[in-house]
């Protein structure tokens, strides 16, 4: 089981109550000592980037009105990458995050930021700042487990849907943006209230509203505008926006996935949350539900420093140019209390994460118990799961089971 509180043995078995109260203690200590050292230097390095990324794109677009020429679409659409990347991670979804509301400046606030993406700023910060952060990791409540499009735990039951989550993810990956757009509007609860006859809430509607607008702006300035101002280089001006928001699409997609799909980071029920969690235990869960991508500085900031995606989770109000000067730290107290910092280069995390899609895509057991020389036998006990009814599906899935337990 991948749910902490079913585990035969917890990695926070070995914590005494005040061990927890104590975590939160030192970890509040360094949040403090970034708080108070907080200054220009830290206003530099967000304004810095935001030049550069500013200065990327329209270089980028400049370099793209000549894009039916090869040479000019290969290094416009990579600047244009970039520059979609940058404004996306490092810029709004750390300023989205109120982490730089300190330095009051009104065009770099929470507060008046809108970035190039089809989700709106007001959507995002609800489902992913007020919910996902409050949340992290908890089955049934946090949503960004799995995009609510897949099983991501082996306590959550499987069904023959389940089979088509590897292309689901992949599907969404491609379509990143408007995937979470879509998942800001928490569309598929909706859908279900729909089937109930229940209308769609007033709310709702007027969240739909402005997500459509915003995706019908970003769509004429990718697709229209920019196209026809380009004139004889329109179509392959067009190609280059395409590529360009598929490649932050895939990019995106695979740094969030590293931050909380990868096999070993846990996830937790509801049921054994307490409900007024301690700062100490709220740090806990943010610790044990994130995994971090090691790297160079470069790629750090690449990944909107969520690279760190520990750090992040722990303070996720703190700069980001900060998470990588307090990392040490934070890796020295989970050394200090016996847990484990989940941290891998990129192709072993983005690895790791499609292994446990693809897993739980799987009846429990299903993949550890086929090999090459059962896989005929195997994959039909598959279909007749797959196309059999609850009972059937019960009773092979016990026999997998019991292999599970064998092997243990």
């Not at 967000?46 to 400049?62: D, H, T």
């Not at 990588?324 to 107290?333: D, F, N, R, S, T």
Request: net charge neutral; charged share 20%; with cysteine.
């Amino acid at each position: 089981m991948t749910t902490m509180t079913k585990k035969a043995e917890s990695p926070v078995a070995h914590l005494t109550a005040e061990d927890i109260e104590q975590i939160g203690l030192e970890l509040d200590a360094i949040r403090q000592e970034v708080i108070d050292s907080r200054g220009e230097r830290d206003a530099a390095y967000i304004r810095r980037v935001i030049k550069v990324q500013r200065s990327l794109e329209l270089g980028s677009r400049a370099v793209l009105l000549g894009s039916m020429f090869p040479p000019a679409w290969i290094l416009g659409t990579a600047g244009l990458s970039v520059a979609k990347i940058l404004d996306n991670m490092e810029i709004g979804h750390n300023i989205l995050h109120g982490q730089w509301d300190w330095m009051r400046d009104p065009k770099i606030h929470s507060t008046t930021w809108e970035w190039d993406s089809a989700s709106t700023a007001e959507g995002w910060k609800k489902t992913h700042n007020e919910t996902h952060h409050t949340y992290t990791n908890i089955i049934g409540k946090d949503n960004d487990l799995g995009w609510g499009i897949m099983r991501v735990d082996e306590d959550q039951p499987w069904a023959p849907r389940c089979l088509w989550q590897p292309v689901m993810n992949f599907l969404n990956m491609c379509v990143f943006e408007y995937g979470i757009a879509m998942y800001d509007l928490d569309m598929g609860e909706t859908l279900r209230k729909r089937k109930l006859g229940r209308p769609a809430s007033p709310e709702f509607k007027k969240n739909l509203k402005n997500t459509l607008a915003k995706i019908r702006k970003q769509a004429t300035k990718d697709y229209v505008v920019h196209p026809l101002l380009s004139g004889p280089s329109a179509l392959s001006t067009l190609t280059a926006n395409l590529t360009a928001n598929f490649v932050r699409n895939v990019w995106s997609h695979a740094v969030i996935m590293c931050g909380h799909f990868p096999e070993g980071v846990e996830t937790f029920e509801l049921a054994a949350i307490p409900e007024k969690e301690t700062r100490g235990e709220w740090y806990l869960r943010q610790m044990l539900g994130s995994a971090n991508i090691s790297g160079s500085t470069l790629m750090h900031i690449m990944t909107g420093n969520l690279s760190h995606q520990i750090e992040h989770h722990i303070f996720p109000d703190l700069p980001s140019n900060r998470y990588g000067e307090i990392a040490p730290k934070v890796q020295a107290l989970f050394e200090k209390y016996g847990l484990n910092y989940h941290s891998a280069p990129l192709p072993v995390q983005v690895a790791s994460a499609w292994h446990k899609v693809l897993r739980l895509s799987l009846p429990n057991g299903w993949l550890a118990a086929t090999n090459r020389h059962n896989l005929v036998p195997q994959l039909r006990k598959l279909y007749t799961m797959a196309t059999g009814d609850r009972r059937t599906r019960r009773a092979l899935q016990k026999e997998l089971d019991a292999f599970l337990a064998e092997a243990a």
